[in-house]
């Protein structure tokens, strides 16, 4: 008897707590505490936003390493590609030690802009793969996952300046932002693919300068955390 009590004890214990979980995992999260959402802490938003950026770099790297191996065979043809970025008027912190001197308002406004300065070329990027017949559906598909994975890191970013400013650590002085123009012109069939490879690779070195960016201003203002 004393045995069946206990059993029916526990397994209405084991239910109270699936239940918590369960209610948990499914709120939505927030960087406030508004009703039925899941708080995450500061130190966790940029946790979130590192790995997003850190496999946001990886899709850039397979991708480079792919037009590399089959569409730009000759050392000679990847000598001559252009490494004029149209995110070079973005003046960016040369090294770590420049980046840590930075004031934190001001690195985190670079890494803003450079999302912002990637979100149409990529697009436009994917489209540029899509029409290829020569490139994979899977390089396509990864195109098109890279050019969202800029989305949804500029919304995380802004979660982490929104969870900053609400525990005082940073003002208002971060204005909004525009999206960027098009990159690319109507051009020949040939020099397209090279503008191609160009685009990727001057994201793939951007999409690095985001990541190092976000894991020095995380060390920086929650340096108890993974520092």
């Known amino acids: 008897m004393m045995l069946a009590a206990c059993s029916v004890w526990l397994l209405l214990v084991c ?6 979980l369960k209610v948990a995992a499914s709120a ?21 936003v590192i790995q997003h950026s850190a496999r946001m770099h990886g899709i850039s790297n397979d991708l ?24 070079s008027t973005i003046l960016t ?5 420049n980046a840590q001197r930075m004031a934190r308002e001001e690195l ?6 450079l999302l912002v300065a990637w979100g149409d ?36 970013v802004q979660k982490v300046i929104e969870k900053m400013k609400m525990l005082g650590i940073m003002g208002n ?19 397209r693919l090279m503008k191609d490879y160009d685009l990727l690779y001057c994201f793939r070195r951007d999409s690095s300068k985001i990541q190092n960016y976000l894991k020095i201003l ?6 108890e955390h993974g520092c």
Request: with cysteine; proline share 5%.
């Open 15 to 20: 239910l109270v707590l699936y239940s918590r």
């Open 28 to 48: 939505p999260t927030c960087t406030n505490g508004q009703a039925g959402c899941h708080v995450l802490s500061l130190a966790n938003l940029f946790d979130r």
């Open 64 to 87: 480079h390493s792919e037009f590399e191996l089959y569409f730009l065979p000759s050392k000679n043809q990847i000598g001559r590609v252009s490494r004029n970025c149209h995110t």
């Open 93 to 97: 912190p040369n090294g770590k030690e």
């Open 108 to 113: 985190t406004e670079v890494i803003l802009k």
């Open 121 to 156: 070329p990529l697009w436009h990027f994917h489209q540029s793969l899509a029409h290829n017949h020569e490139v994979s559906n899977f390089s396509s598909n990864k195109s098109l996952e890279m050019s969202d994975m800029v989305h949804e890191l500029r919304k995380g």
């Open 173 to 191: 002085s971060l204005g909004g932002l525009g999206s960027s123009e098009s990159l690319l012109a109507p051009v020949s069939a040939e020099w």
């Open 218 to 223: 995380k060390c920086r203002i929650v340096p």
